[in-house]
């Protein structure tokens, strides 16, 4: 037999892979039959993943394209799980990542995205025996990613860095969550969904057409909105260009303007100087569509979402949670040890970024 292997979790160039060396990811072909994807890593987390998929995937995964995990084993420290992607067809899939650096078409990157949540994961978002809900601070800042904790190994110069720029209308945003500044609202409660749990563009895989994600070991229960904050914080803090000539004011002046356009339901005008930017149009583009999907699944699973007459963005009852939910996943991502410091300073801008704003919206109510 002839085994052909190659490399399939992220993109050629200087993005960095959202595994950060805690895994690997590879396409498999054996005496040239469809190829699999291989992921390997530690035994532990082979084992979590086999688990979350028995108990949350198998056979609860809509439309007739979707991942099935064959397969998965251990042996000492590592372990490996093996997927086939159902359906796909003679053009392999490729991860998110890569097709996102890729092409500047808007509509080619979400149309297989719309294909995930409206058909592979709607069964989730639309269960027939509902969680109970949770707060926030039980959802992030305890359970699930214990963000708390991985906020403790943001360093003072980390935020210094970031808050001297006074300019980007920014707080403390570790200060803002777990100090006091967020107040009531972390601890109100919010709709609980089996999300994947880890939705970054290497974990997904496209065709053009469909979706299939691999990765299981943090799907379950959590904040029902929770893979659409993922998504979105990975394109601006990974996706769109690390490397110059986005340097960080420009990444602050989207964000900014992102973020006007979450608060008031609209699509995101970016400003003047930056609108000949491609790789910002692309990013701001991209993720209005992400939170307009995300729109679709607030309105089908609260009957209070049909009331919005906002033709885009999010219900208003949604953007508060929304907003909080974004920080919590950049302080994880920031405080990460194997993190590439320019992604970790652009965690650190949006969620300061983020705080002002809810802090605003607080106390403005």
Same mark, same amino acid.
């Given at each position: 037999?002839?085994?052909?292997?190659?490399?399939?979790?992220?993109?050629?160039?200087? &993005?960095?892979? =959202?595994?950060?060396?805690?895994? *690997?990811?590879?396409? %498999? +072909?054996?005496?040239?039959? !469809?190829?699999?994807?291989?992921?390997?890593?530690?035994?532990?987390?082979?084992?979590?993943?086999?688990?979350?998929?028995?108990?949350?995937?198998?056979?609860?995964?809509?439309?007739?394209?979707?991942?099935?995990?064959?397969?998965?084993?251990?042996?000492?420290?590592?372990?490996?799980?093996?997927?086939? &992607?159902?359906? =796909?067809?003679?053009?392999?899939? *490729?991860?998110?990542? %890569? +097709?996102?650096?890729?092409? !500047?078409?808007?509509?080619?990157?979400?149309?297989?995205?719309?294909?995930?949540?409206?058909?592979?994961?709607?069964?989730?978002?639309?269960?027939?025996?509902?969680?109970?809900?949770?707060?926030?601070?039980?959802?992030?800042?305890?359970?699930?990613?214990?963000?708390?904790?991985?906020?403790?190994?943001?360093?003072?110069?980390?935020?210094?860095?970031?808050?001297?720029?006074?300019?980007?209308?920014?707080?403390?945003?570790?200060?803002?969550?777990?100090?006091?500044?967020?107040?009531?609202?972390?601890?109100?409660?919010?709709?609980?969904?089996?999300?994947?749990?880890?939705?970054?563009?290497?974990?997904?895989?496209?065709?053009?057409?469909?979706?299939?994600?691999?990765?299981?070991?943090?799907?379950?229960?959590?904040?029902?909105?929770?893979?659409?904050?993922?998504?979105?914080?990975?394109?601006?803090?990974?996706?769109?260009?690390?490397?110059?000539?986005?340097?960080?004011?420009?990444?602050?002046?989207?964000?900014?303007?992102?973020?006007?356009?979450?608060?008031?339901?609209?699509?995101?005008?970016?400003?003047?100087?930056?609108?000949?930017?491609?790789?910002?149009?692309?990013?701001?583009?991209?993720?209005?569509?992400?939170?307009?999907?995300?729109?679709?699944?607030?309105?089908?699973?609260?009957?209070?979402?049909?009331?919005?007459?906002?033709?885009?963005?999010?219900?208003?009852?949604?953007?508060?949670?929304?907003?909080?939910?974004?920080?919590?996943?950049?302080?994880?991502?920031?405080?990460?040890?194997?993190?590439?410091?320019?992604?970790?300073?652009?965690?650190?801008?949006?969620?300061?970024?983020?705080?002002?704003?809810?802090?605003?919206?607080?106390?403005?109510?």
């Amino acid at each position: 037999q002839s085994v052909a292997i190659s490399r399939l979790d992220h993109a050629e160039g200087p &993005l960095s892979p =959202a595994s950060r060396g805690e895994s *690997v990811v590879l396409r %498999a +072909a054996v005496d040239g039959a !469809d190829p699999r994807v291989l992921k390997l890593t530690s035994s532990a987390a082979t084992q979590r993943e086999a688990r979350h998929f028995k108990r949350h995937i198998e056979n609860r995964l809509g439309g007739d394209y979707h991942t099935r995990l064959i397969s998965s084993t251990v042996f000492w420290d590592v372990g490996g799980s093996l997927y086939s &992607l159902v359906g =796909a067809g003679i053009t392999p899939p *490729v991860s998110f990542s %890569a +097709a996102y650096s890729q092409t !500047d078409d808007v509509e080619a990157l979400v149309k297989p995205l719309e294909h995930f949540f409206d058909i592979v994961w709607r069964h989730h978002y639309r269960p027939s025996k509902p969680l109970p809900s949770a707060s926030l601070e039980t959802l992030y800042g305890q359970r699930t990613l214990k963000v708390k904790k991985k906020a403790e190994q943001i360093s003072p110069k980390m935020l210094a860095d970031v808050l001297d720029h006074v300019d980007w209308e920014l707080i403390d945003p570790v200060d803002y969550l777990f100090n006091g500044g967020a107040g009531a609202a972390i601890l109100q409660p919010v709709k609980q969904r089996i999300t994947h749990g880890d939705l970054h563009g290497d974990n997904i895989f496209v065709d053009g057409d469909h979706t299939w994600v691999i990765d299981f070991g943090r799907t379950g229960p959590g904040y029902w909105l929770r893979d659409f904050v993922e998504l979105e914080m990975d394109i601006f803090t990974r996706l769109c260009p690390i490397e110059q000539p986005v340097n960080q004011s420009r990444f602050a002046a989207m964000t900014s303007a992102s973020i006007t356009a979450l608060v008031s339901g609209t699509h995101t005008q970016l400003p003047p100087n930056l609108q000949d930017d491609p790789d910002l149009v692309k990013a701001v583009a991209v993720v209005d569509q992400v939170r307009d999907l995300a729109r679709s699944c607030a309105v089908c699973a609260s009957a209070e979402s049909t009331q919005s007459e906002d033709p885009y963005g999010l219900p208003d009852h949604v953007q508060g949670e929304y907003m909080l939910a974004l920080i919590y996943n950049c302080l994880f991502v920031a405080g990460m040890s194997r993190v590439e410091p320019s992604q970790r300073q652009r965690a650190l801008i949006y969620a300061g970024q983020l705080a002002a704003r809810h802090q605003t919206m607080q106390d403005s109510s």
